[in-house]
Structure formats: C-alpha cells, structure tokens
C-alpha cells in the first residue's frame, strides 16, 4: 500500500529523476511548477500477446521502460475489464460482470454509482487536465441522454470524444464534449487515425495552459471486424496465425464447456489465418499512434516527465485449444495481456515479475498524482514496482471473475460458434499456476512452468491440502472489498 508519505517520497523522487530543476532542458514549465508527472494511457481493445513482434513503436517503448511480465485482467471481456480499470475494483464490486443486461454494461456501471469513483474525478480534483478518446464502455452511446444530460458526458472528464459502435473504424459518431460528429467512410475518417491527431492536440494544448494532464487512447482496433487502415491493408502478405504447441489441441481433462470439440477444419484454420493477417494490419495504426504521442511529447517538451502506459483490455485466442477466434477463457491466451511504461522516472529495458493487475491501474495513476486511492479500491498502485521499492508484501495470485455463458444477441463480443463460451467461473493466476473453479463445482488446474501452453489439466492430482489451499486462496480474492481486505486476500496462498 502506497501512503500519502510515500507518495511524496516517490513524487520527489520522480522529480529528481525527470531533472525537474534549475538544469531541466525542458521547453514547457507544467511539470516543473507542479511536479506531477501527466500520464499516456493507451488502451487496446482485444489485443493479445502474439500482435507485439509487429509492433515496432510499442517494442521500443518496452525497451525505454518497464514490462510487467505477469499482467492479467479481472476478466477477458471488454466491460469487466475496462470497469476495473477505472475504479480500480474488482466485479464483485464494480457490479459489471458482462457486457449488459443486469449484471453488465454502461448501463450497471452507471446505475451503480462507478462513474462517481473512477481515476478521472480524482485526477480532475488534484488539478489535472483530463481527456478520454475513443471507446467507453459497451451500451454507452453518443447520442443517450442520461440523468436528463443530453449526449451524455460521465463525471471527470475534461474533453470527451468517444464513439458508439466503432468497431468498423468508419461510419462512426463522436461525442466531443456534447456535440455530435458523424464520420463517414473516407479514409480521413479512420478512427485510430482521428484518435491519434485529437490525442495530439490534448498533449500539445495541455501543455501551453501549463496544466498536468491525463490522456486516455482507447481504441477500438484489433477488435472485430479488425478493419486496418487504407495503407495498411496489404501488409504482412501470407502472414498466418502461430502454430503455438496448443494450436489444434484440446487439453488433457478439458472443462465440460470445451470437452468434445472436433479438431479444426481447413476453412477454420484459413479463416483464422486471414483474421490474425488483418489483425496484424489494424495494429499498425495504432503502433503509429504510440510513436506520433510520444514526438509529440518530445517536441512539447514534456516526454521526461509523462508516463505512457500500453496494454489492452483482454486477450485473444485464435486456434489454440482447437478453438475459433474469441476470449473470456481462463487461458493465458485471454487473461495475460501487455502492460508497458515508460518515461517520468522508469528505468529503461525493465522487467517486473511480480503479478500485477488492471485493478491496480486506477490507484497507480492516482498515487501518482500525489492523491491517496480511496479506501474502497482492491488494487494497489504499481509504483513502487516502477520506481524500483521494495514490495516484501506484494500479492502472489491475481483474481479473474466472469460470469457466462453468454447468451446476448445485442453483445459484440457474443461467441460465434466453436470460439469458447464458458460457464461463469473463477481463477488464480500466479507467475506460475492457473486455477479455475465453475460454478458446478469443476475445477482446472494447470502449473505453467511444465507446461506453458495448458495443455494438462491437473486438477485431479491435486492433494486434498494443496486443492484446500488454492480453494480458500481464490475465496479469499472473491468475498474481498477494499485496499486492506484485499491486501490481506492476496497472501492467503502459501
């Protein structure tokens, strides 16, 4: 747990880091005034681990910074994932377990009072320039009016430009701070594309009011239907999806949901070959965006002192475990996603082990603004792990909840036939382990460092001390609420 002291310690010592003195070579004076770093928070939507060798300007970002080895989401599943990340809270907390209907969606993140709890609101308070761009949650819409607020604009947010259903990347509306813009399919309308110059202008535009600032990217790319931009359309000719070793290959003891699945056919496997192609095409914007914000940032003069952060809000299978493109497993394919930053003080080429996860984000980007995370966030901040302090009580496991199968016509991310649609379940993640139990009382349980692909569910051989163990260790994760409950949660595990 980051304490108001110490974040002033890590604050100061940022501050010494970034050079914020009488010698700082920087042209713009924000940071210096302040000394709050401002933060570049570029968010992916269904970007998995396999897409990072074609993205050059994200690579060099992990070689100026830090990779979080052992990063997972509370979910793979766009409205879990992103609910935490905002609050900084689990679902059993936030409330959003799906992507609507009750238990999901804008509208119980809404209704349950989120909105009111997220970083934004207390970046806004603590002086900082605040901009959110691209994709919100599942079920907002531009145009909703909502508490009688017409084109509705959540709490916290300076500047707003976020899209409804932008997944195809053209024929889009935005919502810029209550005014409506219709995007038609000209190539100037690419969505990442206008994400990029909008996100642009905030950093250049914040820096001349002299004011610290927050930025949030978060695209709708890779996401389905994994459209690229024009000059992109072409790339990676005769690229094909990883023939990983759990490619085509159901796992030994496989859960109910996946047992019995027929090998994939060839038109399977060519379809997900063209898809992987196309995914690869639709990152390269984004990859452009990532080295456009950081120029930017340079020329500005504020990269020292700006902290970029990359990731994405799930995973994303595609042949592994004989399975058709999709998510919301437990399998690392779905829940292990990147984080990398870099800037305001990080060391270059870094790598955490330690498991870190989306609910500590949200405390991280406050800690770092010299607030103090309210009382009620499970995660903790990562500073101390960036900044190089010791962490004798970090967490061992990290937590996954998700609720199926889904059923949803309306939901975007609604499984298409043979992609994988578990049953609601709950898992352990550790730098070595991954332990699942369902909702009928099956459990999975794989040890990742004989065998990292998951291709042995070894549940079954578990002694009954080892399997009480893991079972009170992920309830303890589960019925947590709050910084120090959740604190005490994380160590329940031997």
Request: hydrophobic share 35%; charged share 20%; with cysteine.
């Amino acid at each position: 747990m980051v304490t108001p002291r110490k974040s002033r310690i890590l604050l100061a010592t940022l501050a010494v880091a970034l050079g914020l003195t009488a010698v700082s070579c920087s042209t713009a004076e924000p940071e210096a005034a302040t000394g709050k770093p401002n933060v570049v928070f570029v968010l992916t939507d269904d970007l998995a681990m396999n897409l990072l060798p074609y993205m050059p300007n994200v690579r060099q970002l992990a070689h100026d910074g830090t990779t979080f080895a052992n990063y997972s989401v509370t979910d793979s599943l766009c409205c879990p994932s992103r609910s935490s990340i905002f609050t900084g809270k689990f679902p059993h907390d936030t409330g959003v377990f799906t992507n609507g209907g009750d238990d999901g969606g804008f509208g119980t993140f809404h209704k349950r009072g989120n909105e009111n709890a997220t970083f934004a609101g207390q970046l806004q308070h603590a002086g900082y320039r605040t901009a959110m761009l691209g994709k919100y949650l599942n079920g907002y819409q531009p145009k909703s009016t909502v508490d009688n607020q017409a084109h509705y604009v959540p709490p916290g947010w300076d500047e707003w430009d976020v899209a409804g259903n932008g997944y195809p990347e053209y024929g889009y509306t935005l919502n810029e701070n209550h005014d409506l813009t219709h995007h038609g399919k000209d190539p100037r309308d690419y969505l990442t594309d206008v994400l990029a110059a909008k996100a642009g202008g905030f950093v250049t535009g914040s820096t001349q009011l002299k004011k610290p600032f927050f930025l949030e990217v978060a695209t709708f790319a890779p996401h389905g239907p994994y459209t690229p931009a024009p000059q992109d359309k072409d790339a990676f000719p005769g690229l094909a999806a990883p023939r990983t070793p759990a490619y085509d290959k159901l796992p030994a003891n496989p859960p109910a949901w996946l047992a019995g699945r027929e090998p994939l056919t060839d038109k399977e496997k060519a379809d997900i070959d063209t898809d992987f192609r196309k995914r690869a095409q639709a990152v390269q914007s984004v990859d452009r965006m990532v080295g456009s914000l950081r120029d930017t940032l340079t020329k500005a003069g504020v990269a020292g002192n700006t902290l970029v952060v990359f990731s994405s809000d799930n995973g994303y299978h595609m042949g592994e475990h004989r399975l058709n493109p999709g998510k919301m497993t437990a399998f690392d394919t779905d829940v292990h996603v990147p984080l990398i930053a870099a800037g305001a003080g990080t060391g270059a080429g870094k790598t955490v082990a330690n498991p870190a996860a989306n609910i500590d984000l949200a405390p991280t980007f406050e800690a770092l603004a010299g607030t103090t995370p309210p009382a009620d966030t499970d995660g903790r901040s990562l500073l101390p792990l960036l900044t190089g302090q010791p962490t004798p009580d970090w967490r061992t496991a990290s937590l996954v909840e998700h609720h199926g199968p889904d059923t949803d016509p309306t939901d975007p991310d609604l499984p298409a036939e043979n992609s994988g649609n578990p049953a609601t379940y709950e898992a352990l993640r550790t730098p070595d382990l991954t332990y699942v139990e369902y909702a009928d009382g099956a459990t999975e349980y794989y040890d990742r460092t004989t065998d990292p692909d998951e291709l042995t569910n070894a549940a079954a051989a578990l002694s009954p001390e080892r399997r009480t163990q893991l079972h009170n260790a992920l309830q303890a994760q589960v019925t947590c609420h709050g910084t120090q409950s959740c604190a005490a949660a994380d160590h329940v595990l031997p």
